[in-house]
């Protein structure tokens, strides 16, 4: 694995993400090593709670929006004209790469935890809201500014259920941070430490969780995410991955330049909050 690093220790399993040049944005060949981790934590019986962190100074800076992001899937196929197939394209692999990933680790099977620091941006979100629980640093700002895309909102679209609905509008609205200390207080974040005491603090809750008994665990977890899914979470999300699709299809007739000003937006904001 060249992005990720993966450990076991005592029941919990540490699953790093090492692209700290890069402030952990995801390419496609990340994803699928943390997908593959996240894999082989369910399948060893060794492992009663999986971590989920980052090295360097931020968590995650979301997608990977270099200069060469148009040669890279799924932007590569976006413009494709042929009967539009590139728009279908794209909605297939955001479908399972993006939102199908995040549903995915959302409903695995042992609790999950998330320590995140600095800034957690855009398909950040999609990486620590799926964890059942997440822990901050002191530092740490989280964000999604892709209406600068002309689009409402990244593919996992939680915002309503980690913020609340007024919150949840004002973020999406305004594209703006919200400190660790008021994620807090909504209810989206757990804990708030000291930044050199998160990897810690986190350590010693995964083993508190990880001395339980497993099958209890299972059942305290599906009991929760399936009270949530009566509540609609699944098909509201389902649902807003449907409009973030339609917002690519909009980008799509207003043709590429769009899409990468768009880009531009985002990776100066990103860079500028880095």
Not at 139 to 163: C, L
């Amino acid at each position: 694995m060249s992005f990720i690093e993966y450990n076991v220790d005592n029941r919990v399993a540490t699953i790093t993400l090492n692209r700290p040049g890069q402030h952990n944005a995801q390419n496609a060949a990340l994803l699928k090593e943390l997908d593959e981790a996240f894999d082989r934590a369910v399948d060893d019986i060794d492992v009663g709670v999986i971590v989920l962190q980052s090295n360097g100074k931020h968590f995650s800076a979301g997608h990977d929006l270099s200069d060469d992001v148009l040669q890279c899937e799924p932007w590569s196929t976006m413009f494709d004209t042929v009967e539009q197939e590139g728009l279908t394209k794209l909605y297939k692999w955001e479908l399972k790469h993006y939102y199908g990933y995040s549903k995915k680790w959302r409903d695995l099977p042992k609790p999950t935890i998330a320590a995140v620091q600095g800034a957690c941006i855009a398909a950040g979100l999609m990486l620590a809201w799926p964890c059942d629980l997440i822990i901050a640093a002191d530092n740490a700002r989280f964000s999604d500014p892709v209406i600068n895309m002309g689009i409402g909102g990244v593919e996992y679209h939680a915002h309503t259920w980690e913020f609340g609905p007024r919150k949840a509008k004002e973020l999406l609205f305004t594209g703006g941070f919200i400190d660790a200390n008021e994620a807090h207080r909504l209810g989206m974040v757990n804990r708030v430490v000291p930044l050199d005491e998160l990897h810690q603090h986190t350590r010693t809750l995964a083993e508190e969780i990880a001395s339980k008994h497993a099958h209890g665990l299972l059942m305290a977890k599906q009991a929760v995410n399936q009270t949530l899914d009566a509540q609609g979470q699944t098909s509201s999300l389902q649902n807003a991955y449907n409009l973030h699709a339609l917002g690519h299809s909009n980008a799509w007739v207003m043709e590429e330049q769009i899409v990468l000003a768009g880009l531009s937006e985002m990776a100066k904001a990103n860079k500028k909050e880095s």
